[in-house]
């Protein structure tokens, strides 16, 4: 009987305790929700812009759901900016804002990640030198798919090919779509 009570105030005491975050999730609300509220604030300029355009604006006027709705967004886009502050992160413990910013990039970008940046953009660049897109994508596809399954490397071919032959009979056979 004791130990059923202790057992129950223990669950208690851990329902009270606020939920642990990872460390870039709880960050990253914070940081959607400031974007949040600068989109917002924008978007209610915008309106406030339309509305004095008017020659009589009135409350039955075009503008007017639209400054109403961007009103409304601002509102609650800083009462979320305010709640999420409040809330203690494990980014919180640390000291510098570049410690802070640097465990938030890490765990935003993880190698996988960056390498396939990175993928892209020598993709683009291929592209832009003059390489043919017919040379260009079918070796960024297959590079892409050999590193992230990291086996198969002789299926990949297929299926790069099966790709390529997709994307010529859809877009440049169906659509006429010139490829650069």
Request: charged residues 15%; glycine residues 6%; aromatic residues 10%.
């Amino acid at each position: 009987m004791m130990e059923e009570r202790k057992e129950s105030q223990r669950k208690e005491e851990s329902a009270v305790q606020p939920e642990t975050r990872k460390p870039a999730l709880a960050s990253g609300e914070k940081v959607f929700a400031v974007v949040l509220l600068l989109t917002g604030l924008a978007a209610f300029g915008l309106t406030l812009e339309l509305w004095s355009r008017m020659s009589e604006p009135k409350i039955a006027s075009a503008a007017a759901l639209p400054l109403f709705v961007s009103g409304l967004w601002v509102i609650m886009a800083l009462l979320t900016v305010i709640e999420n502050f409040k809330l203690d992160t494990p980014l919180t413990g640390m000291s510098g804002m570049k410690e802070k910013l640097l465990a938030g990039l890490r765990y935003a970008l993880p190698s996988d990640v960056v390498v396939m940046l990175g993928a892209i953009l020598a993709y683009c660049v291929l592209l832009l030198v003059g390489i043919s897109f017919y040379v260009a994508t079918p070796l960024f596809l297959y590079g892409s798919m050999c590193y992230l399954t990291r086996k198969n490397y002789l299926k990949n071919i297929l299926w790069t090919g099966v790709v390529m032959a997709f994307i010529v009979l859809v877009f440049r056979v169906l659509f006429s779509v010139i490829f650069p």
